[in-house]
């Protein structure tokens, strides 16, 4: 219900910030987004035949999702309601579905936008299946999470996933010459610190002209540097969550910039997950697992390097280690590559659940009691240091077992050497196993 200065629209009069101002009035109005608004778009097919299905809007931040909503909502002639999911529960589920109810019966329909839906828990997701179902809502849910993770399989199957994309910097300097045109200023900013200032934004557009708002209430006497922009406005703290899935992006980043051998890579996703928050002990385990997965014996000593990395983060903390770390970290992504024994392993504990039952040959079983000697075991085996050349050629697989091959070194760093010497073993093996024949 609308109050006395409401009804006598002082509101209008009242300070609004620049973002609310230049809020688009037309989906083309929007900027950067025209895989989903164009003619050929998805969203732009529905606005032209003026009828819509339920969606989620995945994007970053300041993407234009709320915009995007409130449009849908003006072009199909629905009623616009909007809430959060951090401030809404059960209760005000409940009040938003009967009054949304009560429209439908006087022929009107609703278009219920949630905000950071990711936020419901999954018994509150549920309940807008049946308002969905019998077209109560028409629901259109934003969030910056991935909905794979984050929203229920049935919520997901009755809505369209349209992923919006960061701005870039062409779609940013739109947003900046749209706010000097509607304010009628230019920004106090010399060529560099403008190009500065959309670097700061890093995709967010909102955020973009609250940085703009604050310089075009500056009184400038001069055009601002890089420098003297710094000073002014604060850069936009890094877009990362440790338990969600930016967690897992970064980290898959940084894996695969080790594994393709680009130091440079690696040590930038590094930096972003630190100043990110990210607990340095996890680094470290992730930069052993790929030590072990990635290098392997290519480099053994890969693996010495990266333990002492953790150690010496154990003895000297934040922020020293941390050099640590990324010492181990550019170590791994310039040492030769291999997952050989990473595959061979697999293979062999593939081997080991079919064939778990075979027991191994006699001739390399201890005896110590006189029943297994007299049942073969020992018998026949030959210690490996008193053999020609240090090496029996013996099986050491169960009897019956064709000789498998698990392990194939790589031509790549220690494991060339490896490799020169399991050749020269298989030829003894296949010498001496002819002999015994």
């Known amino acids: 219900m609308s109050d006395l200065f409401a009804a006598a629209g002082f509101e209008d009069d009242a300070p609004r910030p620049l973002a609310d101002r230049l809020r688009p009035t037309a989906l083309s109005e929007v900027i950067g987004q025209d895989h989903l608004l164009g003619p050929g778009g998805p969203i732009g097919r ?4 003026h009828r819509i299905s339920s969606m989620i809007l995945w994007g970053p931040p300041g993407t234009g999702k709320t915009t995007i909503a409130r449009l849908l909502a003006r072009a199909t002639s629905l009623e616009f309601v909007q809430i959060s999911a951090i401030f809404s529960g059960v209760a005000d589920l409940k ?12 022929g009107q329909g609703t278009l219920l936008f949630v905000d950071e839906i990711h936020r419901f828990n999954r018994s509150q997701q549920d309940a807008f299946l049946p308002v969905m179902e019998d077209g109560t809502i028409v629901l259109i849910g934003a969030t910056t999470e991935n909905p794979s993770f984050e929203l229920n399989a049935a919520l997901l199957s009755r809505c369209q996933v349209l992923v919006l994309k960061r701005l870039d910097e062409a779609g940013l300097e739109a947003i900046l010459a749209r706010a000097e045109t509607v304010t ?11 190009e500065a200032l959309i670097a700061m934004a890093d995709g967010d557009g909102r955020y973009l002209l609250n940085l703009a708002e604050a310089l075009l209430a500056l009184d400038a006497t001069a055009p601002l540097t890089p420098a003297g922009l710094a000073e002014i406005v604060q850069k936009r703290a890094p877009v990362y969550d440790k338990d969600r899935e930016e967690h ?24 972003r997950m630190l100043a990110g928050g990210e607990q340095p002990l996890f680094l470290i385990r992730r930069i052993v697992r790929m030590a072990v997965e990635d290098i392997g014996l290519a480099d053994p000593q890969a693996l010495t390097v990266a333990i002492a990395a953790k150690d010496t983060y154990d003895f000297l903390g934040s922020p020293e280690g941390e ?40 001739h390399i079983l201890n005896a110590p009691t006189k029943l297994m000697k007299s049942e073969g075991y020992g018998a026949g085996y030959m210690y490996d240091h008193d053999a020609e050349e240090g090496f029996s050629g013996q099986n050491y697989f169960p ?17 060339r050497e490896i490799a020169k010497r399991m ?9 001496r196993n002819t002999a015994e024949e």
């Open 399 to 415: 009897d019956g077992m064709e000789r498998p091959v698990y392990y194939v070194p790589k031509e790549t760093g220690f494991e």
């Open 184 to 194: 009628g200023g230019a920004l106090p900013l010399e060529p560099a610190a403008r």
């Open 248 to 271: 897992y992006n970064l980290i898959s980043a940084l894996h695969k910039a080790v594994r393709g051998s680009d130091p440079d890579a690696a040590l930038y996703w590094l930096a």
């Open 95 to 106: 009040k938003v579905f009967e009054a949304a109810r009560a429209r439908r019966r006087a």
């Open 423 to 431: 050749a020269y073993w298989s030829k003894l093996r296949a010498k």
């Open 46 to 49: 529905m606005a032209a035949s």
């Open 323 to 362: 050099l640590a770390i990324a010492e181990a970290l550019v170590y791994c992504a310039t040492a030769p590559k291999s997952n050989a024994l990473y595959k061979g392993f697999g293979a062999a504990r593939t081997a080991a659940k079919a064939t778990g039952s075979l027991m191994p040959p006699r």
